[in-house]
């Protein structure tokens, strides 16, 4: 069956600008994860949905980072003013069940440039 | 700070050999850790796991000893083979997040 999606894989834009990244997660799967991972780092957490609430956003670093899920499946992090550190590579990760330790899969990102 | 720290950037290690990969963690919180193998252009994918209440967990070539008392744990792939290399992440779930806390990860070469 498909994997976890995201949209678009590459995204390049100007300090300042909005930027949306995409993640369709497995069928079926209720938990859906956003991470990011900046170079040399390890994907770091930004916030964690439980169908279609944010069950935990302590991960997103500011107010300018928001996301949804009004359906429960299809989830969309949105990024107002950009600045350049923003750049890094979004991940989305799905599971089952929030307990599902091992399950959780990943997409393959998608990367940010802020120029 | 780093809860979860993987002090090798990297390691190489001969085909056929015994490859480990260690981690170090400080929140004894933690109640599950993880490994992930991350190839370039690709999500990580997962590898294996031990729950906090064991001590060591095997999968194939892949074993993962947990040492609660001194929060670290190690992955050994044995034998190493070519299609090992990749960058291997440590995490670890619970401290009161939601989200896998992760390292910054060693890249594993193996060479022929």
């Known amino acids: 069956g498909a994997g976890v999606s995201q949209t678009p894989s590459n995204k390049v834009t100007e300090k300042g600008k909005y930027v949306e990244l995409r993640c369709d997660p497995i069928?079926?799967?209720?938990?859906l994860y956003w991470y990011r991972q900046s170079l040399g780092q390890g994907p770091e957490f930004l916030i964690y949905?439980?169908?279609?609430?944010?069950?935990?956003d302590s991960g997103l670093p500011n107010d300018r980072f928001f996301a949804v899920r009004p359906e429960g499946s299809v989830s969309t992090l949105k990024i107002q003013r950009t600045e350049r550190g923003d750049s890094a590579v979004y991940l989305c990760?799905?599971?089952?069940?929030?307990?599902?330790?091992?399950?959780?899969?990943f997409g393959p990102g998608t990367r940010l440039t802020v120029l | 700070d780093q809860q979860v720290k993987q002090n090798s950037p990297s390691l190489s290690v001969q085909e056929g050999r015994i490859s480990i990969l260690n981690c170090d963690y400080t929140?004894?919180?933690?109640?599950?850790f993880l490994w992930y193998k991350k190839y370039p252009a690709e999500g990580p994918t997962f590898l294996i796991s031990?729950?906090?209440?064991?001590d060591k967990n095997e999968d194939g070539r892949f074993t993962v000893f947990l040492n609660k008392s001194a929060k670290h744990l190690s992955l050994h792939i044995v034998p190493s083979q070519p299609g090992d290399s990749a960058v291997y992440f440590c995490a670890a779930r619970g401290g009161g997040a939601d989200g896998l806390t992760f390292g910054k990860g060693t890249h594993l070469i193996i060479q022929p």
């Open positions: 069928s079926g799967h209720t938990a």
């Open positions: 929140n004894s919180m933690f109640d599950y």
């Open positions: 031990i729950s906090s209440i064991k």
């Open positions: 949905f439980q169908g279609t609430g944010a069950a935990d």
């Open positions: 990760a799905s599971s089952r069940t929030r307990d599902s330790y091992n399950e959780q899969f």
